[in-house]
């Protein structure tokens, strides 16, 4: 027996060149400060099912949303003006292409199907956050889960020593709903009192989604964890400080890196003093942001309770520091200069951490006559990824990079570099032979020649690609 149904879906015709629909969102005629701007080509059949999210990861706020387009075959652009940050962007859906550029710079192209039949995805990121400014004494972090009337939440938080209001903060976007906030607050050492507030007096659950909120204050959460608490809650915590004692410094270890009698351009001092239980449980890096290469790293000591100090030659530039696990304290310098203190738990029972930026990268070289950008989202194993770029005219090497720290897996590197006219052959390798995709994560690399995108965007490439281009 048999059953036939349904019907062939028609030849389609040949679509125009797509017409520019601008989505609803008004922007200025210049961007104070950076522009992105989005490109999406809805498909033949399903321009409705597209949605894309564009996020500020300095801050986690959702920055624009868009989607749902009502004509298949036309491109919809999307220009948005946003404040200097590292962004991450997100499409999901039936789309024929999309390409995404900051500031000029394409940071995201895929080709969709187009055809209706296979959903396509894409997420990356790009930017960088500007500097986190440095806490001379202690840190308040307020985390807010939004339930799914985040227009409801209001909180402030005040200084109870002195009764002088520290922060605040809401009513929020509707649009944030079942997303996360985070705040860091720079503040004195004293007692706080946080108050956070539902105008409909229901809280941040139980009807209207799982919401939950939370203090940190220097790493200790305080208190039991909030969400149905009705029109309001608070949390008092910390002291006003009394009288400081003298305490006798720590006696110094320092870590076996040699380093020169003085150094040629900038000195990084790091100090970290150990918990009292877990002095093997400590973890730190240093990476120079300017090139993405890693500097030091340090961590897993010998003894509880000491002060294990390194000092590091480095060239001038812009830092990212990184440190997790069990410490009392670190504190870093650069050229003298104070720009990160933190003080841990010590006994032992919760992890602590911390990132923060410094330096400023030198400034960007005029090339004379051309530029190759060399750009590189990697995979789980950047350890794997080599590169060479060479002078076809003269058979020169003119630059190359990699093997790459492991810590730099699923990051953006860029680099660029000044050559002279001439025709260029780039030279991308992978170890395991199996390209920076895809069972591995979705990477992927371009070059660019004077600003022009050479060739498609590569990644599942097995053992090696190349591009040759120039003349």
Known sequence: DEKTFGECPPTPAPTPP????????????????????????????????ISWTLFNKCDGEEVARGGSYDTAGKLYSERICVPDAEYLFMIFGYFKSFDLTYNGDKFGHEVGHGDG???????????????????????????????????????????????????????????????????????????????????AGDGICCDNGEGFFYITYNGDKVGQQGKDFGSSDEKTFGECPPTPAPTPPPTTVTTPHPTPASCPDSTINVNIVSDTYHSRYISWTLFNKCDGEEVARGGSYDTAGKL???????????????????FKSFDLTYNGDKFGHEVG????????????????????????????KVVIFFDRYPQETTWTLTNNCDGEEVASGGPYAYSQEYTLFSQRICVPDAEYLFVISDSAGDGICCDNGEGFFYITYNGDKVGQQGKDFGSSDEKTFGE
């Open 18 to 49: 797509p017409t520019t629909v601008t989505t609803p969102h008004p922007t200025p005629a210049s961007c104070p400060d950076s522009t992105i701007n989005v490109n999406i080509v809805s498909d033949t059949y399903h321009s409705r099912y």
């Open 117 to 199: 039949g296979t959903l396509d995805h894409y997420q990356g990121t790009f930017g960088e956050c500007p500097p986190t400014p440095i806490c001379p004494d202690s840190i308040v972090k307020v985390v807010i889960f939004f339930d799914r009337y985040p227009q409801e939440t209001t909180w402030t938080l005040t200084n109870n020593c002195d009764g002088e209001e520290v922060a605040s903060g809401g009513p929020y976007a509707y649009s944030q709903e079942y997303t996360l906030f985070s705040q860091r607050i720079c503040v004195p050492d004293a007692e706080y009192l946080f108050v956070i507030s539902d105008s």
């Open 308 to 326: 294990y100090s390194e000092r590091i030659c480095v060239p001038d530039a812009e830092y990212l520091f990184m440190i997790f696990g069990y």
């Open 345 to 372: 738990h010590g006994d032992g029972g919760t992890l602590d951490h911390y990132q923060g930026t410094f330096g400023e990268c030198p400034p960007t070289p005029i090339c004379p006559d051309s530029i190759v």
